[in-house]
C-alpha cells in the first residue's frame, strides 16, 4: 500500500496494525514494569466518526437524520460536525496511523471495532483502564444548531453506553458528550445516560462561546454533584477563533489552543465560585497539560486581591480553587465515580 507524504512523496506501508505500531513502546513496558502499575489514561480518543453509519439512526429528529444519512460521505466527519480550517494533524501524511487506521484489521469475535483496537494500544502501553472520549465530535460546541448539537450527542452516547462499552470487559469507560449549547438537553442527557454502566461522568468541549457560570447550567451541575458524577472540559484548537486569526502556522494555533479555551472556562468558573458553590462536584480540565494552572494561579490571586468586590463567592484566594478543581479528589458518594476519581487523580 502506497501513502501520499508531504510534497507528493509515495511511501510505501506495510498493513497498519497497532500491536506492531507499539513494538518498542511494549519494549519499554516490560523494561520499565509497568505491568506491576495501576495506570489510567483518562483521554483516550477513538475515531467515531468511521461509525456514523451505526452512530446517526440513533438521532431523534427524523428531519435531522434525513440531513445527516442522505449525504455522501457518512464516513467523513466534515460532512456531519463542523471542522477546523487548515487541519493538518497528519504532520502531511508522516503519520500514518491517521490515513491508514481504517486499513487495520480487526478479529471477528464479536467485539466491536473500538474495543479491539483500544486494547491492542492499552496492552502494549501497559494500560489497564481507559476513558473514551470522541475525536471529531469534539468541534460540536462549533455547530451553528445547537438542536442538531443536542440531537448528535445523544445518538453517540446511545451508541458508546448500548454499543462500546458493554464489550469492552470492564477496561473502558466514558465521559459522555453534553450539548452545552442547550441546558435542558443536557439534563435530560444525565437523566438518561447518567446511570449506565461504565459512565463516570459528562463532558464538556471547550471550543466554544458559552460562560460555564451561567445560572441555566446550574441545575445541572447540582445534578451531577448529587449523582457522584464528573464533569470534564475537554479543550481544542480553533483557528477560526478570532484571536487565533493572528497565527500563519497550525503549530501555532495546535500549542495556543488548547490552554486558550481551558483557561477561559476554568477562569469563569473559578471567579465566580462554582467550586464554592458545587464543592463535591469533581471538574476535570483536559488536553491542555498543567504548565498553564500555575500561571492561571498566579495571575487571578493578583487580580482577586485587588478587586474582591468581584468575587463575592470565592471564601479562599483563586489558586487553592485552580489546584482543586484541576485536580480532582475521591468525594463523590458514587462507589462507581469514587473509584474512578481516585484512579483519575
Same mark, same amino acid.
Given at each position: =500500500?502506497?501513502?501520499?507524504?508531504?510534497?507528493?512523496?509515495?511511501?510505501?506501508?506495510?498493513?497498519?496494525?497497532? @500491536?506492531?505500531?507499539?513494538?518498542?513502546?511494549?519494549?519499554? #513496558?516490560?523494561?520499565?514494569?509497568?505491568?506491576?502499575?495501576?495506570?489510567?489514561?483518562?483521554?483516550?480518543?477513538?475515531?467515531?466518526?468511521?461509525?456514523?453509519?451505526?452512530?446517526?439512526?440513533?438521532?431523534?429528529?427524523?428531519?435531522?437524520?434525513?440531513?445527516?444519512?442522505?449525504?455522501?460521505?457518512?464516513?467523513?466527519?466534515?460532512?456531519?460536525?463542523?471542522?477546523?480550517?487548515? +487541519?493538518?494533524?497528519?504532520?502531511?501524511?508522516?503519520?500514518? %496511523?491517521? /490515513?491508514?487506521?481504517?486499513?487495520?484489521?480487526?478479529?471477528?469475535?464479536?467485539?466491536?471495532?473500538?474495543?479491539?483496537?483500544?486494547?491492542?494500544?492499552?496492552?502494549?502501553?501497559?494500560?489497564?483502564?481507559?476513558?473514551?472520549? $470522541?475525536?471529531? &465530535?469534539?468541534?460540536?460546541?462549533?455547530? $451553528?444548531?445547537?438542536?442538531?448539537?443536542?440531537?448528535?450527542?445523544?445518538?453517540?452516547?446511545?451508541?458508546?453506553?448500548?454499543?462500546?462499552?458493554?464489550?469492552?470487559?470492564?477496561? =473502558?469507560?466514558?465521559?459522555?458528550?453534553?450539548?452545552?449549547?442547550?441546558? #435542558?438537553?443536557?439534563?435530560?442527557?444525565?437523566?438518561? +445516560?447518567?446511570?449506565?454502566?461504565?459512565?463516570?461522568?459528562? &463532558?464538556?468541549?471547550?471550543?466554544? *462561546?458559552?460562560?460555564?457560570?451561567?445560572?441555566?447550567?446550574?441545575?445541572?451541575? %447540582? &445534578?451531577?454533584?448529587?449523582?457522584?458524577?464528573?464533569?470534564?472540559?475537554? @479543550?481544542?484548537?480553533?483557528?477560526?477563533?478570532?484571536?487565533?486569526?493572528?497565527?500563519?502556522?497550525?503549530?501555532?494555533? *495546535?500549542?495556543?489552543?488548547?490552554?486558550?479555551?481551558? !483557561?477561559?472556562?476554568?477562569?469563569?468558573?473559578?471567579?465566580?465560585? =462554582?467550586?464554592?458553590?458545587?464543592?463535591?462536584? $469533581?471538574?476535570?480540565?483536559?488536553?491542555?497539560?498543567?504548565?498553564?494552572? $500555575? +500561571?492561571?494561579?498566579?495571575?487571578?490571586?493578583?487580580?482577586?486581591?485587588?478587586? /474582591?468586590?468581584?468575587?463575592?463567592?470565592?471564601?479562599?484566594?483563586?489558586?487553592? !480553587?485552580?489546584?482543586?478543581?484541576?485536580? /480532582?479528589?475521591?468525594?463523590?458518594?458514587?462507589?462507581?465515580?469514587?473509584?474512578?476519581?481516585?484512579?483519575?487523580?
Amino acid at each position: =500500500m502506497d501513502l501520499l507524504a508531504e510534497r507528493g512523496r509515495r511511501v510505501s506501508v506495510d498493513e497498519l496494525n497497532t @500491536s506492531r505500531l507499539l513494538a518498542h513502546a511494549r519494549k519499554q #513496558a516490560v523494561r520499565r514494569k509497568l505491568d506491576d502499575i495501576l495506570i489510567v489514561d483518562v483521554d483516550a480518543h477513538h475515531y467515531e466518526n468511521e461509525h456514523y453509519s451505526d452512530i446517526l439512526p440513533y438521532m431523534e429528529n427524523d428531519v435531522f437524520r434525513q440531513w445527516t444519512m442522505g449525504g455522501r460521505g457518512l464516513t467523513d466527519r466534515g460532512s456531519v460536525v463542523p471542522t477546523n480550517a487548515g +487541519f493538518i494533524q497528519d504532520m502531511g501524511g508522516r503519520v500514518t %496511523r491517521y /490515513p491508514l487506521r481504517r486499513s487495520e484489521k480487526t478479529e471477528q469475535n464479536g467485539k466491536h471495532r473500538d474495543v479491539q483496537l483500544g486494547e491492542r494500544w492499552m496492552d502494549a502501553m501497559s494500560v489497564d483502564y481507559s476513558c473514551l472520549f $470522541p475525536t471529531g &465530535m469534539l468541534n460540536i460546541g462549533m455547530h $451553528p444548531q445547537k438542536e442538531m448539537e443536542a440531537d448528535l450527542c445523544w445518538a453517540y452516547n446511545r451508541w458508546v453506553t448500548e454499543k462500546v462499552l458493554p464489550e469492552a470487559d470492564g477496561r =473502558m469507560y466514558s465521559m459522555l458528550c453534553l450539548p452545552f449549547s442547550d441546558p #435542558a438537553a443536557c439534563v435530560r442527557q444525565v437523566e438518561t +445516560f447518567g446511570s449506565r454502566k461504565h459512565v463516570t461522568g459528562f &463532558m464538556v468541549t471547550t471550543v466554544r *462561546h458559552l460562560q460555564v457560570n451561567d445560572n441555566a447550567y446550574m441545575r445541572l451541575y %447540582r &445534578m451531577l454533584e448529587e449523582r457522584g458524577l464528573a464533569l470534564a472540559f475537554h @479543550s481544542g484548537p480553533n483557528w477560526n477563533e478570532p484571536v487565533f486569526r493572528a497565527c500563519n502556522r497550525f503549530l501555532s494555533v *495546535h500549542a495556543l489552543g488548547f490552554t486558550f479555551y481551558n !483557561i477561559l472556562h476554568c477562569t469563569n468558573w473559578v471567579i465566580n465560585g =462554582m467550586g464554592e458553590r458545587f464543592p463535591k462536584l $469533581p471538574v476535570i480540565w483536559i488536553e491542555s497539560g498543567l504548565a498553564w494552572v $500555575p +500561571f492561571l494561579m498566579q495571575r487571578l490571586d493578583h487580580e482577586f486581591m485587588m478587586r /474582591p468586590s468581584e468575587a463575592p463567592l470565592l471564601k479562599k484566594k483563586p489558586p487553592t !480553587i485552580c489546584a482543586t478543581c484541576t485536580i /480532582p479528589r475521591s468525594r463523590s458518594r458514587s462507589r462507581t465515580a469514587r473509584r474512578w476519581n481516585a484512579r483519575s487523580a
